[in-house]
Structures are given as structure tokens and as C-alpha cells.
């Protein structure tokens, strides 16, 4: 009973190649993040997304869309790839309330080697 | 500006020992606030949390972490250290929507 699932698990590519990574949760929740972990294990928000809209965006290269097709689906995809962006990307999901913030669950990360 | 300050990047423990993972924060308005585990390879795990009332919170795996307002600080504490805690831990604040985080502090633990 994998609550937010990612795949791949590890992704090795070329500079300059276009590659999705997907994220699934089946929490229920409404809110679906992308953080980025750099190699010296910094975390960082990237996206948020609630009830399919965007609504955070921290100045993350234009190379970057995300896709919510749905509430229970959160996908990266990343064009142009860049030795830079050699990272483990985590998925993340949260359900709101009125009650202030709302826990994040995490996915197990996809680590991203770009050559 | 909002900001997690983890001090201790590396922290080394005999098994059975106390621990104290350090955590200050900024923050502009009242902090929600958290620890995360992450063993190698793995994601992240969440050890406990604070929104409001007793200011000492009790987590998993025997973890606690203490919130005082008047340092900014929210310390992870375990009075005595398994060796199956080693692993990464990052302190994090929020508010309604993005988590900000910490550098982490890797928790090397000797038998």
C-alpha cells in the first residue's frame, strides 16, 4: 500500500535529453509538491499544486513543467537536461484543511544522473 | 526571510548514548514545525511535528523535540541512540503550503 509512489526510481541520461519523472499518491489529498534534493542532500520546494492548479513556482527554469492530470497524479517533465540537474527529486502530498498547515507525505525519491 | 539553521552537519554517538540534533529557525509568523529521517537510498520519514500546545512533542522511534520560542529553536532529542538511527535529519518549518528546510545533520552512530 504504497502511498505516494514515484517512477522511476533512478533515471540515468544524456545532457540535452527530454525525461518525465511520475508521481502517484492514493492519500486522497489535493495538494501534490516537487522538492528537489541536491548533492549535498539541500532540499528545496520546486512546484506545488492544488486541485490541479499551480501555486508555487520558485523561480525553477522554464526547462521544468509540471503536470497534474488529476488530484492523484503529479508528473516532472524536463527538457533539455543539464549536467546541473543531477539530483534526487521527491514527491510530495498533502491534504488541506482549515486547521493551518497540512502534513506532507513523502515519495521515496528518483535520483537523476545526467552525463 | 524564512530559514532553517541546522549547526551540526556531522554528529557521532556511541550506541546507547543521548543525542541532541540542534534546529533554529526564522520565520515571520507562527511556525508549524518538523523533523524528518532519511536513512540512505531512502525518503523521507516524518519523526514528529509541532503546531501549537505542549511544547514538548513526542514522535516515532522514541524521538521527542522541545519548541522554544524564545531561542527559535526546536531540538530533536533520544535519550539513548540505536544503532538503526543512523541516518539524515532535517529540521523543517512551514506554514500553509511549502516546506522550507534545513542542510540536514548526518547521525553516525558506533557500536
Known amino acids: 500500500d504504497t502511498a505516494v509512489s514515484q517512477t522511476p526510481k533512478y533515471l540515468v541520461t544524456q545532457m540535452g535529453n527530454d525525461k518525465s519523472i511520475k508521481c502517484e499518491q492514493n492519500?486522497?489529498?489535493?495538494?501534490m509538491y516537487w522538492y528537489k534534493q541536491d548533492s549535498k542532500k539541500f532540499l528545496k520546494i520546486m512546484f506545488s499544486y492544488n486541485n490541479k492548479e499551480l501555486i508555487i513556482n520558485e523561480t525553477v527554469p522554464n526547462r521544468f513543467s509540471p503536470k497534474s492530470p488529476d488530484k492523484a497524479h503529479l508528473n516532472l517533465h524536463i527538457n533539455s537536461l543539464e549536467l546541473g540537474d543531477s539530483a534526487v527529486y521527491f514527491c510530495a502530498s498533502s491534504r488541506t484543511s482549515g486547521s493551518g498547515y497540512n502534513e506532507q507525505f513523502f515519495g521515496p525519491g528518483t535520483r537523476l544522473t545526467v552525463l | 526571510a524564512q530559514s532553517v539553521t541546522q549547526p551540526d552537519i556531522h554528529i557521532t554517538v556511541s550506541e546507547g548514548a543521548s543525542l541532541e540534533l540542534r534546529c533554529n529557525y526564522s520565520?515571520?509568523?507562527?511556525?508549524?514545525l518538523f523533523w524528518y529521517v532519511q536513512s540512505p537510498g531512502q525518503g523521507l520519514q516524518l519523526l514528529l511535528k509541532y503546531f501549537s500546545g505542549d511544547t514538548l512533542v513526542q514522535g516515532i522511534k522514541g524521538f521527542e523535540a522541545e519548541f522554544k520560542r524564545s531561542q527559535s529553536s526546536f531540538n530533536l532529542r533520544k535519550p539513548s541512540v540505536h544503532w538503526s538511527d543512523a541516518a539524515e535529519y532535517f529540521c523543517a518549518v512551514g506554514g500553509t503550503d511549502k516546506l522550507i528546510f534545513g542542510t540536514g545533520t548526518r547521525l553516525q552512530v558506533f557500536p
Open positions: 520565520y515571520g509568523a507562527t511556525p508549524y
Open positions: 492519500l486522497g489529498h489535493d495538494t
